[in-house]
């Protein structure tokens, strides 16, 4: 489900080292960054290829806070999980007159996992097609899954139209990494886990049967999409259209508004959701106080059908009464970098709102918290709707390739009859987390994390133990 293909900065760090037969370069596509071994770089274009291997490792102690885990019954997950993936990608670019350019890119995906993570989605089974949508028996203990991830052909203008500005137009097709401001709406286009294995790490993240039209220039972006999501379940199949505008004003402030048209694959008549998303990034006192950064992002949502996770079973979802709804959604963060002091620590403070029936969309992985909001809470029991939570953060770098994530959630429900539960006050988790750049190959990252159940959550697990996770990760780019 995460999106770690889309890792932190310090994850995107890649080497350019000269060697006899191959040079070892960055390319980039729609916000994914690969180490590249050129095999041709010459006045044609250039071809590379490229190898990401992820492996994680998880322990649970209280899983479900002591309680009976679900549907799928506690007893029936496990303390220990592993999970690898293995992506091997091939990119390149014919040159075209006036600089212009034609690009491609190809990748597969090989996941697998031993063990049941707490979602319970890796061990109850869901229907991968049609022909199996009767198909809930239980997994095995080993589950893992090949695909084809990355299939996108593009070109870009290069200096064709030069009022605009070089490469000003960029048009792709196929399927292709999307990602929609924080990723609060669209960043995730593929679902894992399940017979697809590797659930937590989420290395497919490919929106399908794309075409996604780009203009940059003077400040502006414009883009206008078609996307398909490629879930589990086919019968979750969603198509978006929609555009986007953004501004930005001299890295000071950077305005951008989309809208989103969410339509029924089976019926391309019926929206399921218009939706409205304003967001606003800007620095206040830049010249004063240039480490104060203030973001915020407001959603508003006409919905034919409410989109709340089944409590009894989060891999399916149950839908309201016909009629439009309107819900609203968004967050508003706070956040100063103290650049001039050791380990140059950065505190923020970000309240999120998504209300009942709130449609996440296919929402996805930016950093620590966006928006998986808790290692523990927003990778294995909620999603972001019918959710209000309170995050501090800080953020320090004791050394260059070091940093240390503390985060402190604090959540409650909109609506607690949606759980069953009388009490909207969930709970709260504490995540300590470190990532490390080794070198221009290797990151790793650990973490310890805690749950504490309130009276709501205390309900909805019919438990109240504190539950601890341990977590490492580790990602290699060849």
Known sequence: MSNRDIPLSLRQKTMKNKSTFFALTLLAHTGSVYAQYELYDGSYGQLSVGLHVQLASLAEINNHSGGVGGSWGRENLSEFYWEHTVEPNVKGFINLPRGSQLYSGFSMIYSAMLGHDPSGITYRG?????????DFKPYP????????????????????????????????????????????????????????????????????????????????????FYLENNPRNPDN??????????????????????????????????????????????????????????????VRQYNNKLTDSDPADPTLYWYGEMGKKTVSGGFGQIEYKFSDLTWQPALSYRYSAMGKGFDFMNFGFKTWGTWFQGEITGEFISDTTNL???????????????????????????????????????????????????????DLSAGIETFIPDNGGKEVYGGNKMWIQGMVYASFKF
């Open 237 to 298: 199949r969603k198509r978006y259209t929609g555009m986007n505008i953004e501004y930005n004003y001299q890295d000071i402030a950077n305005f951008a508004f989309s809208y989103i048209n969410d339509h029924d694959f089976g019926e391309p008549l019926v929206a399921i959701t218009d939706a409205y998303d304003f967001r606003l990034d800007f620095k206040p006192f830049a010249t004063a106080l240039p480490g104060l950064s203030i973001s915020t992002e407001y």
């Open 388 to 442: 209000f939570t309170h995050l501090t953060r800080l953020v320090v770098s004791p050394r260059d390739d070091v940093t240390v994530n503390l985060l402190y959630y604090h959540f409650d429900f909109d609506d607690p009859e949606v759980w069953g539960v009388s009490s909207p006050r969930f709970g709260n988790e504490v995540d300590l987390i470190a990532d490390w750049s080794v070198n221009n190959t290797v």
């Open 141 to 224: 203990d080993y589950k893992d899954w090949f695909m084809a991830e990355e299939k996108y052909i593009g070109w870009r203008s290069g200096t064709w139209f030069e009022g605009l500005g070089e490469n000003a137009i960029d048009l792709s097709a196929g399927s292709q990494d999307y990602k929609l401001g924080t990723g609060l709406l669209l960043a995730n286009g593929t679902d894992d886990g399940g017979f697809r294995g590797s659930y937590w790490i989420g290395s497919r993240t490919v929106f399908i049967n794309t075409l996604i039209a780009r203009i940059n220039t003077g400040g502006f972006k414009l883009e206008g």
């Open 126 to 134: 869901s229907p991968r097609d049609s022909r199996e949508r009767g």
